[in-house]
């Protein structure tokens, strides 16, 4: 429970700075922080508590963008629940498959975000101009993914009580001597 | 029963997750057509957020500001002398005005009009920008609260910012005109070739105009018309950098450089007015209060 609101406050803090951000520099250069907070709680909490969180941090993002509300939301509950499924295969704690995995991401969230608009709102949300903005904003998230990450596991660390930090030792069965 | 319940436990709330987004959707795409003012929880987030977002974006604007000042003062002492020129050739000039109107019963004719037409504005912090980068809007430090509604225009002494969509008591969100759901019915000022400003997504907007003749070329400016009922007349727009022949034979797009700095936004004025169409289009938030009441409060 208390990593689950740790890591509801980090990513709802990282909304904050992404949205201050952004006033001072050009969108395209801000990382996307909620939605690599939501791939940190794939990560890092069991499945129902971090579709959950997820959920509730992508409800919080909807407050602070044009989209429609629930967007956001949506998204992000899927983000979480695609990482789960792409953590099985891939060791997504290490920098590189993280790395490509927030790209990939990047790309899926943008069609799935012209997707809903398009469907819900009727009016489409991309063109050529602003695929440009979409390469600059993958390079910027694949390249920020494990910084959020590791972010998120101090956070993780901090809110754990001190006996579930401690690393269990496994002792191997004594073997018969002949 | 209850073990398969527990098992399944993560399908049915992605599920009930799916669902609930979906109706939120649906519910606030109505709300928007509606009344885009925001209650509950989502205010309450809101109303917490700006305080918090202003203050995490002085140290920011302190630095941003301290630095420009810097490279400002390299250039002050010769800007100042030529200002103060400047001004002592416009007071003259200015005096000479006002006593030839003031001579010919004009000044309080003029006094008058401005009595009638002048809009009240409520000048307002930006305090954060969208934070996906697909779609275009701000968040405002000033709210019903501060009799601003949706539907309302917001400006700058440079032009037209966007319009508020959505507000809480202390907080607005404004889409701008960069958003691509954001049209303006826009007159080119030099021969009044009218088209509609459209957003791009981009820090670009595009005006699409009919063609008669060579009406629309690079360098023109681009205003309000007042048509549309939503922005008042005469509010600048941009610069046309480029007119690209369309694929139709009626209609061309000129590409238009925004008035407004939209990328150094930070003081903005929301217009106390809301024009007809969008006092048709949001209901049910009460008459605006009188103009002499608005200027009253703090």
Same mark, same amino acid.
């Not at chain 1, 794939?42 to 509300?69: K, R, W």
């Not at chain 2, 399944?8 to 003012?37: H, K, N, W």
């Not at chain 2, 003259?92 to 008058?112: C, D, F, K, M, P």
């Given at each position: ?10 990513? *709802?803090?990282?909304? %904050?700075?992404?949205? %201050? ?20 709680? @794939? ?111 101090? %956070? ?23 | ?48 957020? %700006? ?20 490279? @400002? ?13 400047? *001004? ?17 019963? &004009? ?6 009009? +401005? ?46 910012? /966007? ?6 008591? &202390? ?12 049209? *303006? ?10 088209? *509609?400003? +459209? ?11 009919? #063609? ?21 007349? /005469? ?7 480029? #007119? ?10 000129? +590409? ?11 003081? #903005? ?30």
């Amino acid at each position: 429970m208390r990593p689950a609101l740790g890591l509801l406050a980090f990513g *709802i803090a990282a909304l %904050v700075v992404q949205s %201050v951000a952004a006033v001072h520099l050009p969108a395209a250069l801000v990382p996307n922080l909620s939605l690599l907070v939501a791939v940190t709680l @794939g990560l890092h909490l069991e499945a129902a508590g971090g579709l959950v969180v997820a959920g509730a941090l992508g409800y919080a993002a909807d407050l602070f963008s044009g989209s429609l509300l629930g967007q956001h939301a949506l998204l992000r509950a899927l983000t979480c629940a695609g990482t789960r499924l792409a953590n099985r295969g891939l060791d997504l704690r290490r920098f590189l498959p993280l790395a490509v995995f927030a790209a990939l991401l990047t790309l899926s969230e943008a069609a799935a975000v012209g997707g809903l608009t398009q469907l819900f709102a009727g009016r489409a949300v991309f063109d050529r101009a602003l695929a440009a903005v979409l390469g600059q904003q993958v390079l910027v998230n694949a390249l920020a993914a494990p910084l959020v990450c590791a972010a998120a596991s101090r %956070v993780v660390r901090w809110t754990l009580p001190e006996e579930s930090t401690r690393r269990s030792v496994r002792l191997a069965p004594r073997r018969p001597v002949i | 029963m209850r073990e398969l319940l527990i098992r399944l436990r993560v399908p049915i709330l992605l599920a009930a997750i799916v669902f609930a987004t979906g109706v939120s959707m649906l519910s606030d795409r109505r709300a928007q057509r509606e009344d885009g003012e925001r209650g509950g929880w989502s205010a309450l987030l809101l109303e917490i957020a %700006v305080p918090v977002q202003k203050t995490l974006e002085l140290p920011l604007s302190v630095a941003r500001h301290g630095f420009s000042r810097y490279v @400002g003062l390299v250039e002050l002492h010769d800007e100042n002398e030529r200002l103060a020129r400047r *001004i002592a050739e416009l007071e003259e000039e200015n005096l000479q005005y006002r006593e030839a109107l003031v001579e010919s019963g &004009h000044l309080q004719r003029i006094v008058e009009m +401005r009595g009638e037409f002048e809009t009240p504005m409520r000048p307002a912090q930006v305090v954060g920008q969208d934070v996906s980068p697909w779609f275009r809007s701000v968040l405002l430090d000033r709210g019903r609260s501060r009799d601003v509604r949706s539907g309302m225009p917001v400006v700058t002494d440079r032009g037209v910012v /966007g319009l508020v969509t959505a507000t809480t008591a &202390h907080a607005a969100r404004a889409m701008l005109l960069l958003d691509r759901e954001s049209a *303006i019915d826009a007159v080119v000022q030099r021969s009044r070739a009218r088209g *509609i400003v +459209r957003g791009t997504g981009t820090q670009e907007l595009e005006f699409v105009f009919v #063609v008669r003749g060579d009406d629309v070329r690079e360098g023109d400016e681009v205003i309000t018309s007042g048509v549309g009922g939503v922005y008042p007349k /005469g509010l600048r727009v941009g610069t046309v950098r480029a #007119v690209e022949a369309g694929e139709e034979l009626l209609l061309h797009t000129a +590409r238009v450089e925004p008035a407004v700095d939209f990328g150094r936004l930070e003081q #903005v004025f929301v217009m106390l007015r809301r024009g007809p169409t969008m006092d048709l289009l949001y209901s049910g938030d009460g008459d605006l209060p009188a103009v002499a009441s608005v200027e009253e409060s703090p």
